[in-house]
């Protein structure tokens, strides 16, 4: 599906017959015309006097001081991919000559959606009716959607039949055409713009990026899924797996390093397969070899890991690596190896629970992380008890628990579907004893110094900085801003279950 062309003008045509070819190039051509609309715009509105009535308080003082036409605001649904996406349509709006406010009541609205479960796209529906009122209060006011519940085709036709008032929609493929769908719309006379790609083999480098935190970062590393976990609608709406090449990730990151970035995120769907589809395959392995010796980065985090794909090779490299992080995130999904079957996961009970063996094995005080769903269709209570015995086997630092979400077009939305009082009755218990389990591990560092890099000011105490620590536990200890992105010693004082308090003490050597 692709059909924004429907609504493109001849003046837009005009624009876009000057762009250049190569698409970085494109794109910044777009972010200049993109520039100009907006800044007529809003010559407009101050000319007319409607400025002050828009932009209350100091706010149009402030614009007219960055030298900026206008407010955006993102809300971000779902994972760290989607809040990496986010990070990129920010720049580019920065870029554009917009500043991004916390309040809804902006010039331009865009939700960056997820649709891995179905509450996620209720939320969004609530949502739009709340813009929807703040529209029509605003002349000119733009609504725009993107991100994985775009890439629904039944999405597009109930919010083209119900929801006409949204101006813009995109999906994952096409992030990097923002400027360039802003000039379509803002030049096709009120109608609503639709881009939407199918899937795409393009990855766009060099654009511009806003980041949320100075000193950490996410890095996509790749793109797409292609294990088709039968619950699971990601690889429909997110594509075929695609790796960046290496030498454009380290370049990234070498920059973002200069830039004051200590940490980064390693992000893919399934980072075990890194590299495969490369002109010259390289192993996730291998990658994180070359980004271990980036001077100046401190940490390494990747996430998600597929247990199927987690070689003794990988396990090796975590290990001797030393700025790779002491944690792993290993989604199990289900502990019932017939269930396991059933997911297309392609790895049982026994077969993980031998993995975590030798990942503890080659590094004992790793932190293990995971993703569990519960009540997938034909999921028994014989089932569900295997589930259990792999969280009390492994005992997990933290486990995210999802109650089993039925998505179209799927092969387990077919299936035959447990009753959603089961469910939550299976659900509350397995809360129940990950949180118990989880209390008891967290605590294990208790009265030992560790590296933490500070993050923030503390939210509930005054004084006070919250950090993690290498295997990502959270600790809060008295301190200020200056700490902000910098790797401290602290004495793990107290453990509160999830978390501890501490005080920094002198540097160590490590
Ligand atoms: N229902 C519930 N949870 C799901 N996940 C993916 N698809 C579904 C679904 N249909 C969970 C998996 C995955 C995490 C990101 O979301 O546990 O690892
Ligand atoms: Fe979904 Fe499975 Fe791909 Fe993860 S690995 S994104 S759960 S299909």
């Not at 039944?154 to 008032?165: A, M, R, T």
């Not at 985090?301 to 199927?308: A, D, I, N, Y």
């Not at 086997?393 to 179209?408: E, G, H, L, M, N």
């Not at 605590?443 to 993690?468: I, M």
């Amino acid at each position: 599906m692709k059909t924004y062309k429907q609504n493109e003008t001849p003046e837009f045509e005009m624009i876009r017959a000057a762009a250049p070819e190569d698409e970085g190039a494109r794109q910044y051509y777009f972010i200049e015309q993109a520039r100009i609309l907006w800044k007529q715009q809003f010559d407009g509105l101050v000319d007319s006097g409607e400025a002050a009535a828009r932009y209350e308080g100091s706010l149009l003082s402030e614009l007219q001081a960055e030298g900026k036409y206008g407010t955006f605001h993102i809300a971000t649904f779902g994972c760290q991919m989607n809040a990496r996406d986010s990070e990129k349509l920010c720049g580019i709006l920065e870029q554009i000559g917009l500043k991004g406010v916390e309040s809804e009541n902006a010039d331009l609205v865009l939700y960056n959606t997820c649709t891995v479960r179905d509450n996620a796209n209720q939320k969004v529906y609530g949502r739009l009716g709340y813009l929807q009122t703040l529209k029509k209060k605003r002349p000119g006011m733009m609504i725009s959607l993107c991100g994985c519940m775009m890439q629904e085709p039944s999405v597009i036709e109930k919010i083209q039949k119900s929801y006409s008032y949204v101006d813009l929609i995109f999906g994952t493929h096409n992030i990097f055409k923002l400027a360039e769908l802003l000039c379509c719309r803002m030049m096709s006379e009120n109608r609503m713009v639709v881009d939407i790609w199918k899937d795409t083999d393009k990855i766009v480098e060099e654009l511009p990026v806003d980041r949320k935190y100075s000193f950490k970062s996410g890095v996509n590393i790749m793109f797409g899924c292609n294990n088709f976990c039968s619950y699971c609608i990601v690889p429909y709406v997110r594509g075929r797996e695609r790796s960046r090449k290496p030498e454009d990730i380290v370049s990234e990151i070498k920059k973002l390093v200069a830039d004051g970035v200590v940490e980064v995120m390693l992000l893919g769907q399934n980072v075990n397969s890194y590299g495969k589809n490369l002109e010259k395959p390289m192993t996730f392995a291998e990658l994180l070899r070359e980004i271990n010796k980036i001077e100046g980065l401190e940490r390494i985090r990747f996430m998600t890991s597929h247990p199927k794909d987690l070689s003794d090779d990988l396990i090796k490299a975590m290990r001797d690596c030393e700025k790779v992080c002491n944690h792993l995130h290993l989604p199990l999904q289900s502990g019932s190896s017939r269930i396991l079957k059933l997911m297309n996961r392609h790895y049982d009970k026994e077969g993980y629970l031998a993995l975590v063996d030798k990942l503890r094995a080659a590094i004992p005080d790793i932190a293990l992380t995971t993703d569990i769903i519960v009540g997938f269709p034909g999921e028994t209570e014989e089932d569900f008890e295997e589930t259990m015995d792999v969280v009390r086997r492994v005992r997990y630092d933290s486990a995210f628990t999802f109650i089993y979400s039925k998505r179209t077009g799927t092969p387990a939305a077919a299936m035959e579907q447990v009753p959603e009082d089961v469910v939550k009755e299976r659900f509350d218990r397995l809360l129940k004893e990950v949180q118990k389990i989880s209390s008891e591990v967290c605590g294990r560092d208790l009265h030992t110094t560790q590296k933490v890099l500070v993050e923030t000011l503390d939210d509930h105490k005054e004084g006070y900085v919250t950090g993690r620590l290498s295997n990502n536990t959270v600790v809060h200890f008295p301190g200020d801003e200056s700490l902000i992105g910098k790797i401290v010693d602290v004495w793990l004082e107290e453990s509160k279950g999830f978390y501890y308090m501490g005080k920094q003490v002198e540097r160590q050597e490590s």
